[in-house]
């Protein structure tokens, strides 16, 4: 058997397990065994070339096997290209909210490492970008379908931002977000029904401006499902309730700005 033989875990396109072996020919997961070792068999077993070259690995990924009877040349480029999107994909998969994930980042720095054999990133960045949204929840077509928890729920500082839901209305306002409700004086409010999704009436927000920052600083999102007086006062009951959380006087905003609805 050939020394000094190092292997690489990826997986393909599918999710499947895939192993590189000294960056220049692919094996793909033929078979487990009763002993929990696994078979690789060479990605060109299934083209014309027909492959013979197989590798077994035991349940710690160490080789027991090898038979490197390739009947064709390497490939370099093709190894270095699984093994790029493998690794954007592992840092993708780290994030809790992957869309956040700037792929073009993570690319760069890995090809610093790669060398000239690293792929063009217009060549990797349709298939990682489709495993990205792979990843995301599946769409919601219901109210109802709303989630009581998500991690998508959470802050960058593990801050739970949902703070009320019904069958009619769901909340979401920040512990930043109610700080500056409860201690600004001027509210504004509107909803939209541009934005809103599909199984909803309208989304509907409050902002205040903060002389601090010089800007209008949005203090709640909510969507609703209809447009009963009922849940407007259940809306504004629930943020003045988490609101005063961060401020002991009663929420009673001086100054109430919004258009006829």
Partial sequence: MEKNLEIEISKTNRGKEQI????????????KRKDNSKK????????????PSFIILNNENQ???????????????????SI??????DEISKSSIPFNVNIKRIYDKISQGMGLICPGYNSIKSQVTRSRRTQLPPD????DEIPNESKYYKTKRDENFMIFKNNDLIVFQSPFQ????????????????YIAPIFSYQVFITRTYV???????????????NKKQTTYEILFEEIKKNSSKYNSIEITPKIFHCDFE
């Fill in 20 to 31: 590189i072996l000294n960056r220049k020919y692919k094996f793909n997961l033929s078979s």
């Fill in 63 to 81: 080789i027991l096997e090898y038979d490197d009877s390739h009947n064709h040349l390497e490939n370099k480029f093709g190894a270095a290209k």
């Fill in 211 to 225: 002389t601090e920052l010089n800007c209008f600083y949005t203090t709640s999102f909510s969507i609703l499902k």
């Fill in 178 to 193: 109610a700080e500056l409700f409860s201690k600004n004086k001027h509210i504004f409010a509107d909803g939209t029904f």
């Fill in 84 to 89: 790029v999107k493998n690794k954007i994909k």
């Fill in 40 to 51: 690789y068999k060479c990605t060109e077993y299934k083209t014309l070339n027909q492959c």
């Fill in 140 to 143: 919601i077509t219901t109210f």
